[in-house]
């Protein structure tokens, strides 16, 4: 066959096979060109190079076998339709069945060519015989039994018009016309990955040929695979990489100065030493403030790490230059903790500390008048603080804690009120680093890896509804050794509805007359931002011992009195919020325990979330494993991360190419400039693709 030459960015239309009919269910598909349809990736691949003998078949195993059709049959079973057949080869027999399909008789007739891929098992009627329980199955005409026959051939998951064999026809000859054409990546650039030609590449993705491992192929793990994913890793981190070095020359910052001053002042405040790792981010982040380039942070670190008190020191470099700190929360709880412990710290400084976003109207306006007019130093609160009309006089750094209920947007948002303000984004969500690495690819990274000296690990144990007596007991034990326990409820912060109020309110009795002497305090979200205050000031001091709580403390309450976190209803909470949760206790020197109460039967995933709780009380383990058990698109209930949907690439499998690909991305935007970046980014039919993360 003469191969034609293929134009990649050709209609879909013409590529042969397709046609206009199909080719507009194919555009509402997202596929437009001939590269779009080459970008349909094999979802796995079958050996039928040779096919095992029936004969030689053995049960628990997944195979390919092939054969003709002798006897076929629809019966009725329990009212079901079971549609039966049996596969001829040279060597045997072999049963298949198919249940609820009665089409299946029209399709698979007796005399016709099938090849079966499932998993073979003993037939409970027949014997000890052997068996295929609905297998998947694809009848081969004799006229095209090349090119599904003989050789390691792709299966495609069915695409609009396009059936899983259809698409074999259709890609098969189009990818065996592929010639060399220019390569998006330049030279250097691709042997340095090591990346096959990009035609070649394209083709082996279809048509692995002979000798290529099946292992490989199936893991994703071929050359032609490997060069497609760390392509399009490449060009999506260019894009990152630009932007964020866009965003540094755009913008002129401030080049804070760290004075004698600011040292004196840092050493005054500091209540504690510093722990290496705290020393070394706090390093890390003053010498970005000295430069005069924005900085964009993110400071990732465990519950407990300590990024606070970094954040303050932060905040008094900047105060110390004559600027404005700001400092903002996800909960109004968290915003008036921060208040509390910010001004506690400075006592001794002449600095001036506001909370913005709490108290009545009148107090949030006295204090924006404050603020406006320079007389405040930080100033703290929800992230009302960049959304309303708050202005500052001369805001100099503003900091965001737990950014994972902030969201991108608002980030970005932040950096539009076009202060010249360096960033400092929190999380004290773990995030792994492969979602890091392109959620946050356009900030650069501080990592707290190391949690303060003295602390034990919290001991975790799962408990049943049924043992309230126990668990009662272990609170009763802690108040009496003079600690402080939480018991916390599911009720999520927006949704709490009255009756849910009354549910905990009902609880937070239950729990006061369990334990007659102590005294039971009850915080939820409907709560006016003063109670709330209050509740958690007297728990802070220590006058409330229990505090019965919805998920308002989620994040990063700091009472290390408190030694015992008690979840009910701990099936319903994700391993984020359970490990956030968590995090409440354990942050003192007396060893501290979590009690997860489950109520009813658990799921398969519930059950594997507690497991992990118990296994680890590693932020990071913990994240990983969620990504594991949900799934990227689902990490953290969202798509606030705003990741493009990728065509090759797949982020958990893919964690390593993704981290090669960065650097070679950065090295590249380094090395040839942004304009030879930005022209790379133009072109090519991904563009449009990675449109919002390019340019920005
Ligand atoms: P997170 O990183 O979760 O925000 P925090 O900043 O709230 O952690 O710190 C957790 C606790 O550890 C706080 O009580 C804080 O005062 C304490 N802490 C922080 N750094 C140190 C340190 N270097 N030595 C001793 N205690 C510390
Ligand atoms: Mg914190």
Not at 148 to 176: D, F, N, Q, S
Not at 445 to 464: F, I, K, N, Q, W
Not at 525 to 538: F, H, I, L, P
Request: charged content about 25%; proline content about 4%; glycine content about 8%.
């Amino acid at each position: 066959m003469l191969s034609a030459v293929v134009d990649l960015a050709a209609s879909v239309q013409y590529v042969k096979g397709v046609g206009p009919q199909r080719a507009e269910a194919l555009a509402g598909l997202g596929v437009r060109t001939a590269e779009d349809l080459l970008f349909h990736v094999p979802m796995r691949y079958e050996d039928r190079r040779q096919f095992t003998h029936i004969a030689d078949l053995r049960a628990g195993t997944k195979t390919v076998v092939a054969g003709v059709i002798e006897v076929a049959g629809l019966r009725r079973a329990r009212r079901m339709a079971v549609f039966e057949l049996r596969l001829a080869d040279e060597s045997g027999r072999l049963k298949a069945v198919w249940f609820n399909q009665p089409y299946l008789r029209e399709v698979m007739a007796r005399g016709r060519r099938v090849v079966l891929y499932g998993s073979v098992e003993r037939d409970r009627h027949g014997g000890g015989r052997l068996m295929m329980a609905s297998p998947e199955y694809e009848l081969i005409e004799e006229d095209d039994a090349a090119v599904h026959m003989g050789r390691i051939v792709p299966i495609y998951e069915k695409l609009g018009p396009l059936t899983g064999k259809g698409l074999r026809r259709v890609i098969l000859p189009l990818a065996a016309g592929l010639a060399e054409g220019p390569d998006p990546l330049s030279a250097p650039v691709r042997e340095r990955l090591r990346l096959l030609p990009r035609h070649l590449a394209l083709r082996r993705l279809h048509d692995p040929g002979g000798d290529a491992d099946l292992g490989d192929l199936n893991a994703a793990r071929s050359p032609a695979h490997r060069s497609l994913i760390l392509e399009e890793l490449f060009l999506f981190q260019l894009g990152l990489a630009l932007r964020r070095q866009q965003r540094r020359a755009d913008r002129q910052g401030i080049a804070f100065r760290v004075t004698d001053a600011a040292r004196e002042a840092v050493k005054r405040i500091l209540p504690f030493p510093l722990t290496a790792a705290q020393k070394r981010v706090l390093r890390e982040i003053a010498d970005d403030m000295q430069d005069a380039r924005p900085m964009n942070r993110l400071l990732q670190g465990d519950v407990g790490a300590g990024k606070t008190v970094v954040a303050l020191l932060a905040m008094v470099i900047a105060v110390e230059n004559g600027y404005q700190a700001a400092l903002m929360a996800p909960t109004e709880v968290l915003a008036e903790q921060h208040a509390l412990t910010l001004g506690r710290l400075l006592a001794r400084c002449r600095y001036t500390v506001a909370l913005v976003s709490a108290g009545t109207r009148a107090q949030r306006a006295e204090a924006r008048d404050r603020l406006r007019a320079g007389h405040v130093d930080i100033a703290v609160g929800t992230h009302a603080l960049i959304q309303e009309q708050v202005g500052f006089r001369r805001l100099g750094l503003a900091v965001v804690d737990e950014q994972h209920r902030f969201g991108v947007l608002q980030r970005e948002d932040l950096l539009r009120k076009g202060y010249q303000a360096d960033l400092l984004v929190m999380t004290a969500t773990p995030i792994p680093r492969t979602l890091a690495l392109t959620a946050y690819g356009d900030l650069d990274v501080s990592l707290l890896d190391e949690r303060p000296p003295g602390r034990t690990p919290v001991r975790t144990e799962v408990r049943a509804a049924a043992a309230r007596r126990a668990v009662q007991d272990l609170v009763r034990r802690e108040v009496a050794a003079g600690h402080q326990a939480y018991v916390v409820y599911p009720l999520v912060e927006e949704s709490e509805k009255l009756e849910d109020v009354a549910a905990a309110r009902q609880m937070a009795e239950r729990w006061q007359e369990a334990l007659p002497g102590v005294r039971v305090a009850l915080l939820h979200g409907r709560m006016k931002s003063g109670e709330k205050e209050a509740v958690m000031a007297s728990f802070a001091a220590g006058e409330a011992q229990v505090l019965v709580a919805t998920t308002v403390i989620e994040v990063g309450v700091d009472v290390p009195n408190a030694t015992l976190m008690v979840i009910e209803n701990a099936e319903r909470f994700g391993l984020a919020s359970l490990h956030q949760l968590r995090g409440r206790v354990g942050r003192g020197r007396a060893s501290s325990s979590c009690v997860l109460v489950t109520h009813g039967r658990l799921s398969e995933e519930a059950r594997a979330r507690l497991e992990v709780m118990v296994r680890t009380d590693d932020g990071f383990v913990i994240a990983e494993e969620d990504l594991r058990l949900r799934g990227p698109g689902d990490f953290f209930g969202t798509r606030q991360w705003g990741l493009p949907a990728f065509r090759v690439a797949d982020l958990m499998r893919d964690r390593e190419l993704l981290e090669t690909a960065r650097a070679e991305a950065f090295r590249f935007l380094e090395e040839a400039g942004p304009a030879e970046a930005q022209r790379l980014l133009a072109s090519g039919a991904w563009a449009r693709r990675f449109a919002l993360s390019a340019i920005g």
